[in-house]
T-cell receptor
Framework: SAVISQKPSRDICQRGTSLTIQCQVDSQVTMMFWYRQQPGQSLTLIATANQGSEATYESGFVIDKFPISRPNLTFSTLTVSNMSPEDSSIYLC???????????FGPGTRLTVT | AQSVTQLDSHVSVSEGTPVLLRCNYSSSYSPSLFWYVQHPNKGLQLLLKYTSAATLVKGINGFEAEFKKSETSFHLTKPSAHMSDAAEYFCVVSNFGNEKLTFGTGTRLTIIP
């Protein structure tokens, strides 16, 4: 398994600004992912954070809006750029350890855009 | 392509009675299936997983699920509900060899005292 922490846990931001969310895993992991959970809804995969190369984005998500970095096997960041109220969501990162296909999730970052 | 359908958006049971949360899946290949639980204002916790071994899978907190290929189902059960089981439950599928998870829409479990 893996223990994952995220910073910040929550934030309130003004429209047009950007927020960077950090995700730290307590061990080296093969895969890291970023998800969005809109209020009262399920999780939607934003992208796979690839170590040493560009992230792989899902349909409907683009790098200019959600740039992702993964400088090593334990850390990743997600930036939400040029925010609008529609970006108000919980953003979660996850890690896959390679032992199976299960993922372990961080506690999430609750973002409110005003 | 892969998908899951959680048949009930909300389930209410009395404390001490059985819990049944229903999930059907669609997968082009041999699927891996998971149940995750999300307590209010908390992160997601893995309850159990099926990865082509035993079809009856036991998880944490007394939950179990049975993989039925003929019915494409992976229902979650617990013999006796506890107040602490009140949460949102997600059924999740992944195709063999594909790291991506596809989440169901969730089932909110309410426990009546």
């Amino acid at each position: 398994s893996a223990v994952i922490s995220q910073k910040p846990s929550r934030d309130i931001c003004q429209r047009g600004t950007s927020l960077t969310i950090q995700c730290q895993v307590d061990s080296q992991v093969t895969m890291m992912f970023w998800y969005r959970q809109q209020p009262g809804q399920s999780l939607t995969l934003i992208a796979t954070a690839n170590q040493g190369s560009e992230a792989t984005y899902e349909s409907g998500f683009v790098i200019d809006k959600f740039p992702i970095s993964r400088p090593n096997l334990t850390f990743s960041t997600l930036t939400v750029s040029n925010m609008s109220p529609e970006d108000s969501s919980i953003y979660l990162c996850s890690a896959q350890t390679g032992e199976g296909y299960e993922q372990y999730f961080g506690p999430g970052t609750r973002l409110t855009v005003t | 392509a892969q998908s899951v359908t959680q048949l009930d958006s909300h389930v209410s049971v009395s404390e001490g009675t059985p819990v049944l949360l229903r999930c059907n899946y669609s997968s082009s290949y041999s699927p891996s299936l998971f149940w995750y639980v999300q307590h209010p204002n908390k992160g997601l916790q893995l309850l159990l997983k099926y990865t082509s071994a035993a079809t009856l899978v036991k998880g944490i907190n007394g939950f179990e699920a049975e993989f039925k290929k003929s019915e494409t189902s992976f229902h979650l059960t617990k013999p006796s509900a506890h107040m602490s089981d009140a949460a949102e439950y997600f059924c999740v599928v992944s195709n063999f060899g594909n790291e991506k998870l596809t989440f169901g829409t969730g089932t909110r479990l309410t426990i009546i005292p």
